[in-house]
């Protein structure tokens, strides 16, 4: 049929018809196999994306990119065993059908960057274990079917076989020790290690800068670990190692420093400290895996920890900011790839190895599939069926080839980025610590040198942004949260809407710490900074608020109305302000659990502030109409107590000074603000963001928590 033009119609019952055809040619032999192929031809590519692009979870906050390898991530067990279903109860045969479910199998656990999406996989340690037992014995049963006919696929089988167990195995041992149930075993005798006196020395006695008197573990041998938990891995009963004298067998810090090797000395190949603050960020990773199981140090750890911050990795005025934040990265690192990767499985003792036991097993797998099976499926025979073109090509053969170059290439990818992970380093420097042979060793000290300063961006390194004059009146659309979609994705809230985030600078960073340096171990919210600029007598009110929710979103309030009346952008300080309060606004409207306030009582406040803006500035749809408005009430309030007329008085109050000291007072501010909210008993809540691209808090988070800095409180009478 067609139309007045000449062009094709095609109508309803045509569409139906070629539905219908397409349907029936899916039910014959071939078009079951084509669809049995392009199922394991998904499952190979989301492989390959998981390990091409897992690990930028925690470089990239992408919205997309989360949904997306959380989709690949979920849909691929999903398509394993539904295509190992089709293969069994398929009514024809074809001889590829062991080789592609026992690529199937292993893929299942073939993204070393990507053990688990969520902390809640973790737990699911047993499902995932009797998963995957039910669908081993399935092989099983296809593989016995084929190799009473071709006895020849033995040795592919064996091979393939032995890789699967060890891909599979390091998955699943992956997920035992994040659980709950194994979380505590090392990590109880660490903290029995940092408890005991002879290793916890007075803060007095250490020296932060040759780690003289620092026993943090970097690593302990294989023998004390087997003293430890036994053979079984779990604690010997009646075992009290820490009183033992085994100084021998654990690598700590002071022996790190105490190194002679030219590669770690401090004059030599190390000047920077950048190879030995490898190890640093690993002992401070087992110590902040303490609050995971809930094990205190005494009081003296934290001030010898708070000592070694202050005096050691804060000493130098020009970089020393630069260093701590490096160390707080490589930690937080380790920490993320314990919960969500199989890197700390993979470098323990003995296993490590077993990766090129899997590349040869691969790699001969390969060349016997090619001698021994490729061939014979060239003619089918009786009730073998398979896709061949008219020129005679295979197209199962040229699918099976596609799946071993993909898988082959992943495997070499992820050899040479565990090459160069931070645990790849920290085993060699360790070993080098250990071995004094290696010592002037020239070539293994190039060596390693070499892969010790290959390094990855680890983080985002950005500072999430978020405006409220600019955001509080967004309304996100009814058709995509609603009742129905609630289950589904996470609500987004009114006055919900992120900013660009902003590169983390050096600025910001050297003005945190610098006011983490002199905060003297406790930490205020703001009011020591609006002291030292003689400014505290007119402007603390700010700060004594109910709940500092309230504190960030008035001096939020107040700063967003200074950069737009007196803005200075070739002030660094101006710079410093309007990030950092741009970015705990964010926190407050994205990430309240990382805040002092209870999670309720943060989004009620938010909510508040939410409504009150949209009362107060009612038809100002301009930005500069809003802030003219803000200067209006800050001169006549109608309800002095909201938030909105309280910044507006802040801002009003700082708008009258030189136009240097008010982005100097608001500098300083928002850094004494942002270490005040780093500390929290919250850890999970810092762990999940380790995915969505770091938190800079989270960093601060660590290094404080470490020093047990904690919050100076606030008298309940100054508070309104």
């Known amino acids: 049929m067609r139309d007045l ?14 539905a219908t055809v397409v349907v029936e040619r899916l039910q014959t032999p071939e078009g079951m196999l084509a669809l049995i192929e392009l199922y394991v031809g998904s499952v190979a590519f989301l492989l390959l994306f998981l390990a091409a692009f897992g690990s930028l979870r925690r470089r990239n906050n992408n919205p997309m990119l989360k949904v997306v390898l959380w989709a690949a991530y979920t849909l691929s067990g999903y398509l394993i065993t539904y295509t190992l279903g089709l293969m069994r109860e398929s009514p024809f045969r074809n001889p590829l059908f062991p080789l592609w479910a026992t690529f199937l199998m292993i893929f299942l656990g073939s993204s070393n960057s990507f053990s688990a999406y969520s902390l809640e996989d973790n737990e699911q340690w047993k499902n995932y274990a009797w998963q995957h037992l039910v669908t081993f014995i399935g092989l099983l049963t296809l593989w016995t079917l084929y190799l009473t006919t071709m006895p020849s696929r033995l040795a592919v089988f064996l091979l393939y076989f032995v890789l699967l167990v060890l891909k599979t195995t390091e998955r699943a041992l992956s997920l035992v020790p994040v659980s709950v149930f194994g979380r505590h075993r090392l990590i109880k005798w660490v903290a029995d290690h940092m408890s005991s006196k002879r290793r916890c020395p007075d803060p007095s006695e250490v020296d932060p800068i040759t780690m003289k008197g620092y026993k943090y573990v970097v690593k302990m041998s294989r023998t004390l670990l087997e003293k430890i938990f036994g053979e079984v891995g779990a604690p010997k ?80 005025e020009d970089d020393g900011s630069e260093r701590a934040f490096r160390v707080a990265e490589v930690e937080l690192t380790f920490l993320h790839d314990f919960f969500y990767t199989n890197y700390p499985v993979i470098f323990q003792a003995r296993l490590w190895p077993l990766k090129v036991v899997e590349l040869l097993c691969l790699i001969m797998g390969t060349m016997l599939t090619v001698v021994f099976l490729m061939p014979k499926t060239t003619k089918p025979q009786g009730i073998f069926v398979q896709l061949v073109t008219s020129d005679g090509l295979s197209i199962d053969v040229l699918m099976t080839a596609v799946f071993l ?12 980025l565990m090459a160069i992970s931070d645990w790849a380093k920290l085993r060699w420097l360790c070993n080098y610590v250990k071995k004094e042979s290696w010592h002037g060793n020239k070539p293994m000290e190039k060596l390693i040198g070499l892969i010790c300063r290959v390094r990855l961006k680890p983080w985002e390194r950005k500072l999430r942004q978020y405006s409220f004059l600019e955001s509080y009146n967004y309304v996100p659309s009814r058709l995509l949260y609603n009742f129905c979609t609630i289950n589904f994705i996470d609500v987004v809230r009114s006055g919900q809407k992120q900013g660009a985030p902003v590169e ?56 967003s109305f200074l950069e737009h009346e007196r803005p200075s952008n070739e002030d660094p300080n101006f710079h410093v302000a309007t990030n950092l309060s741009k970015y705990l606004a964010y926190l407050v409207a994205f990430a309240p659990r990382l805040l002092p306030d209870h999670l309720y009582d943060a989004e009620n406040v938010f909510d508040q502030i939410t409504r009150e803006a949209r009362e107060v500035l009612e038809g100002y749809k301009k930005y500069e109409a809003r802030i003219k408005r803000l200067t209006e009430i800050a ?25 240097q000291l008010i982005w100097k007072i608001l500098a300083e501010f928002w850094a004494e603000l942002t270490l ?17 691209g770091g938190e800079f808090v989270t ?19 100054n508070m309104a």
């Not at 810090?253 to 105490?258: C, D, R, Y």
């Open 237 to 316: 009963p009646n075992s009290n190692m820490v009183s033992e004298d085994y100084e021998e067998e654990v690598i700590t810090i002071e022996k790190v420093w105490a190194c002679k090797g030219r590669l770690l000395s401090s004059s030599g190949g190390d000047r920077d400290d950048k190879l030995k603050d490898i190890c640093l960020s690993y002992a401070l990773y087992l110590l902040l895996r303490l609050k995971f199981s809930r094990y205190l140090l005494p009081e003296e750890a934290h001030q010898t920890a708070w000592r070694l911050i202050r005096e050691g990795i804060l000493q130098k």
């Open 676 to 692: 005040y909210v780093a500390p929290s008993d919250d850890a999970k809540a810092h762990v999940e963001h380790l995915v969505m």
């Open 5 to 18: 033009q000449g062009s094709r119609v095609v109508t309803g019952n045509q569409i139906i018809t070629q």
């Open 504 to 559: 983390l600078s050096n600025e910001v960073k050297k003005a945190v710490f610098h006011s983490l340096k002199n905060s003297n171990g406790k930490l205020e919210n703001g009011q020591a900074s609006l002291r030292l600029n003689n400014v505290s007598d007119e402007l603390s009110w700010a700060c004594q608020l109910k709940t500092q929710t309230r504190v960030i979103m008035v001096w939020h309030i107040a700063t």
């Open 699 to 717: 960093h601060l988070w660590a290094l404080v928590s470490h020093a047990g800095l904690q919050r100076k409180p606030l008298s309940d009478a």
């Open 635 to 659: 001169k006549e309030p109608e309800d002095p107590d909201t938030v909105m007329n309280r910044g507006a008085w802040l801002g009003n109050q700082l708008l009258g000074k030189d136009v």
């Open 405 to 416: 170059l993909v898988f082959i290439c992943v495997e070499l990818v992820q050899l040479f």
